[in-house]
């Protein structure tokens, strides 16, 4: 499994696909190791895709000091140069896409197009809701927390008429099979801790590239007006909501293809 040496760190990521350069960058936890994800999904039909671990998590390295949304983004970029990439078109999903806007601001030459689903700005803009304030909760608390807000239709009536499916999602949310390794929880924490303090509201005029902003109709922690107000700010952006919550991705099966659509410059169907 390929690894990179990227700012002074071993970053772990997969390459898959062929056609345009896409990097394709993760939210809160993300982890390649749990399948199915990302890259068994219809991108790398589409494009020469990259994705990867970030500073961390999964298998990349986890340096016990404090993370910054600008580093996230130096990752980012320093990846795309440890492959042979000066530029690529970039996907960033939820934190993903907090990290993908510091990237397309700071190193506008390497982001070609974007897509930022189911992220915030920060500050005068909108946060994300504050996922921080949970660590002090067990996974199946917090997973139980996080179920109305990912999904806003999954409220406690919806809970108490679909017990069932209710505590599958809760198992879903909760499971994290890598739990006991070494800097595990250190690194999600460092990555929440970034998380807290990100804000590129007013930086976002510095998005110069084609950017598509994606949000889920019901998603509790990034807000539907939180897209607007995102999408008002970057100059030229496309704005659409699909049916679902935070994982809208997953919910409706029209957003992938949009996505791609978008990113291969093809006109809305």
């Known amino acids: 499994m390929p690894f990179a040496?990227?700012?002074?760190?071993?970053?772990?990521?997969?390459?898959?696909?062929?056609?345009?350069?896409?990097?394709?960058?993760?939210?809160?936890?993300?982890?390649?190791?749990?399948?199915?994800?990302?890259?068994?999904?219809?991108?790398?039909?589409?494009?020469?895709?990259a994705a990867y671990d970030q500073r961390g998590?999964?298998?990349?390295?986890?340096?016990?000091?404090?993370?910054?949304m600008a580093q996230y983004a130096e990752d980012a970029v320093n990846l795309m140069a440890a492959i042979g990439w000066g530029s690529a078109l970039v996907v960033g999903v939820s934190f993903?896409?907090?990290?993908?806007?510091?990237?397309?601001?700071?190193?506008?030459?390497?982001?070609?197009?974007?897509v930022l689903a189911c992220t915030s700005p920060g500050g005068a803009g909108g946060a994300s809701w504050?996922?921080?304030t949970l660590q002090h909760l067990d996974r199946d608390a917090r997973a139980r927390h996080m179920i109305g807000i990912s999904d806003t239709r999954r409220d406690a009536a919806w809970a108490k008429a679909n017990p069932k499916q209710y505590e599958e999602l809760v198992a879903f949310a909760a499971a994290d099979p890598y739990a006991d390794e070494p800097g595990h929880a250190m690194g999600q924490r460092r990555q929440l801790e970034a998380r807290a303090n990100h804000d590129t509201w007013d930086r976002l005029g510095g998005i110069?590239?084609?950017?598509?902003?994606?949000?889920?109709?019901?998603?509790?922690?990034?807000?539907?007006?939180?897209?607007?107000?995102?999408?008002?700010?970057?100059?030229?952006?496309?704005?659409?909501?699909?049916?679902?919550?935070?994982l809208f991705?997953?919910?409706?099966?029209?957003a992938l293809p949009a996505m791609i659509s978008f990113l291969k410059g093809e006109e809305a169907g």
């Open 249 to 254: 991705m997953l919910q409706d099966r029209t």
């Open 5 to 49: 040496k990227a700012g002074g760190i071993d970053i772990f990521y997969e390459r898959v696909g062929s056609g345009p350069r896409l990097l394709f960058i993760s939210g809160t936890g993300g982890d390649l190791r749990l399948r199915p994800n990302v890259l068994d999904g219809p991108f790398p039909k589409h494009f020469d895709m």
């Open 130 to 132: 504050p996922l921080h």
């Open 57 to 68: 998590l999964g298998q990349t390295a986890k340096p016990d000091e404090p993370y910054s």
């Open 208 to 246: 110069r590239c084609p950017t598509l902003i994606c949000g889920g109709k019901y998603d509790g922690i990034a807000l539907p007006e939180t897209q607007e107000r995102m999408a008002s700010r970057i100059r030229g952006a496309e704005l659409r909501f699909f049916v679902g919550g935070h």
């Open 96 to 114: 993903g896409g907090m990290v993908a806007q510091e990237l397309a601001i700071a190193h506008p030459h390497a982001v070609e197009g974007l």
